[in-house]
């Protein structure tokens, strides 16, 4: 079956890692009471990360408009196809929208984003006190949509390994080490 | 001088002894028009956190600026760095510690003319029970009949122990604070 291009497989890996370790740092991060320096830094890295998912998502979705993924393989049934497309459209938006929301909800609390603390970032909005809660609230149901919509994404491709066997989602593993799906 | 002319002469001339005294007399803050406010570099990202509550008392006349004298003070609690939470932490002993020390004060010792609209202002600046000397430029602008007096003053937040403990450490919240302030005031 044939496989994604590297430079697709090695967005997805890069985007994902990325992903899993901005969400985690995020709901630990938020989770430390008062104010420590640790809070602190752990904000800075997490809208750094936030702003490198940004980044590569666009790359991506570059990549994704000039080089066309593999086709379904023809056993799977329409009804699938739809929700598989409908899924990574989704997640195409979540990339954009979560961390949008994120560096959108960090400029209405006052505070721009200094990407690794060298360059200073676009300041689009004022502070905004008004704004600031429901950007808040924005970002962190995004964020469980996100979740959810990875976790759907990860199940089916286990379903594709386990269930169908039809090397669905060995097309995007790093290392193909199964020849029989080179 | 009849009784009658007297008293026509003391309500003609009481408004000039008012005008008179009212140039003694220290200006009047105009607190919707004035503010100030703490800018500080958090991993080097910009924050801006403005006081609140403050009052300035400001004596000045353009005809003899030598002769001013100013006076401000900070309500310490009343920083504002746009959360609840945060705002309930910088009021702690390891940062401001307004239980024990509510105001912040700036006294001036001098101040000198500096050329058109400019002022050389020196002092005595009090936070935190610490007191320091400190110099700063400031302008002066008419605005109707107010005047605006508008300035900057660079402090190092360490001298007054602002941040301690695990909070020395300046690559977290750098050292060098801007104290930004404008106060209008008039008659």
């Known amino acids: 079956m044939q496989r994604y291009s590297s430079v697709a497989i090695a967005l997805h890996w890069l985007i994902a890692i990325l992903i899993v370790g901005t969400f985690t740092l995020g709901l630990v991060m938020t989770d430390i009471p008062g104010l420590t320096p640790t809070k602190l830094r752990y904000f800075s890295w997490h809208k750094w990360a936030g702003v490198t998912v940004l980044a590569l998502a666009a790359l991506r979705l570059l990549w994704r408009l000039r080089s066309r993924p593999p086709a379904y393989p023809a056993h799977m049934p329409t009804w699938q196809r739809h929700a598989a497309h409908s899924l990574h459209g989704l997640l195409y938006v979540l990339m954009f929208a979560v961390p949008l929301s994120g560096y959108f909800y960090s400029l209405a609390a006052g505070v721009p984003v200094v990407y690794f603390g060298l360059f200073p970032l676009p300041v689009l909005i004022e502070a905004d006190a008004a704004l600031k809660p429901t950007l808040g609230a924005l970002h962190y149901w995004l964020n469980m949509l996100l979740a959810a919509l990875v976790a759907a994404h990860v199940l089916a491709a286990f379903k594709h390994l386990l269930l169908d066997r039809d090397g669905v989602m060995q097309r995007m593993l790093p290392f193909s080490t199964n020849k029989e799906f080179r | ?187």
């Open chain 2, 1 to 187: 001088m009849t009784p009658l002319r007297a008293l026509l002469a003391a309500v003609f001339a009481a408004p000039l002894f008012a005008a008179a005294a009212a140039y003694a007399a220290p200006l009047k803050t105009d607190l919707a028009k004035s503010s100030v406010s703490a800018t500080f570099k958090q991993m080097n990202v910009p924050v801006e956190a403005k006081f609140k509550t403050f009052t300035a008392q400001i004596d000045y006349d353009a005809a003899k600026p030598e002769a001013s004298k100013a006076a401000v003070d900070i309500g310490t609690a009343s920083m504002d760095l746009g959360d609840a939470e945060y705002n309930r932490e910088v009021a702690k002993k390891e940062w401001f510690n307004t239980a024990q020390f509510p105001k912040a004060t700036f006294v001036s010792t001098s101040i000198k003319p500096a050329g058109a609209g400019k002022l050389n202002v020196a002092g005595k600046l009090t936070i935190k029970g610490k007191t320091a000397d400190v110099a700063f430029p400031l302008t002066v602008k008419a605005d109707g009949k107010q005047q605006v007096f508008e300035g900057q003053l660079p402090i190092k937040r360490l001298a007054f122990n602002i941040g301690e403990g695990e909070w020395k450490d300046t690559s977290m919240v750098a050292d060098e604070v801007v104290i930004k302030f404008r106060v209008t005031a008039g008659q």
